[in-house]
């Protein structure tokens, strides 16, 4: 079945811009549009999307109180915005966003922030990503300790994590399959005991698998 979502943002070309980008997937449908933060929380809990995206500045409820208030219900928040500053990408993490994404970050992203989120993974922008690992870690990092052997593949894929790659990217770089590249990054995870991507950026920079 596909992914059913809710668009919340105060700005109806950018409704309209997702909502295109999104419709056009196979998997995804948009189901529903808010325009301010209360109206997302109300339509939401009305409606059950399987994924929220919510803009970070809107009247009535923002973003992080959109996932605030959604937490705990099956429901994923998230956050699509154009202002990537740290307290925000914090505030996002802590109150269970599944995501947060520039809207700068292009279509690509946001296709692929939609289903890491319904695959129970985070997706951060990379502009974000290094940043926020550098400066303190996320919650979860993983235990595993840099005696954890990988393939060589492997530490090519933990390295190109850790710099905020899709695995689009990872994919074309590499010369794999999209499907191949998923395959490697479970089989990281289990070794590594991370449980996402983001966790498995935090193991690599805390590990010193990955490099500036």
């Known amino acids: 079945m596909a992914i059913r979502i809710l668009i919340a943002d105060d700005q109806e070309g950018i409704r309209a811009a997702f ?24 339509t939401a809990r009305a409606i059950e999307p399987d994924v929220v995206l919510a803009d970070i500045r809107m009247p009535g409820a923002d973003g992080i109180e959109v996932a605030r208030a959604l937490a705990g219900t099956g429901i994923h928040v998230v956050i699509v915005t154009t202002f990537g500053l740290d307290e925000y990408v914090d505030a996002a993490l802590r ?8 809207k700068r970050s292009g279509p690509t992203l946001l296709v692929e922030a ?27 990092t993983p235990s595993g300790a840099p005696h954890v052997v990988l393939t060589g593949r492997e530490d090519e894929i933990v390295a190109m ?12 770089e590499l010369f794999l399959a999209p499907g191949t590249v998923k395959n490697h990054i479970a089989a990281i995870q289990r070794k590594i005991e991370a449980r996402n991507r983001v966790a498995i950026a935090a193991w690599a920079w805390a590990t010193g698998r990955a490099e500036p």
């Open 114 to 140: 939609v289903r890491a989120a319904m695959n129970g993974d985070m997706l951060i922008s990379p502009q974000l990503t290094v940043r926020l690992l550098r400066r303190r870690g996320v919650p979860g």
């Open 19 to 42: 909502r295109l980008i999104l419709d056009a997937q196979p998997d995804m449908t948009v189901v529903a549009e808010a325009a301010d933060g209360r109206a997302a929380i109300e």
């Open 161 to 172: 994590v850790a710099h905020g790659r899709t695995n689009a990217e990872i994919a074309a």
């Open 95 to 102: 109150h269970g966003a599944s995501g947060f994404v520039l």
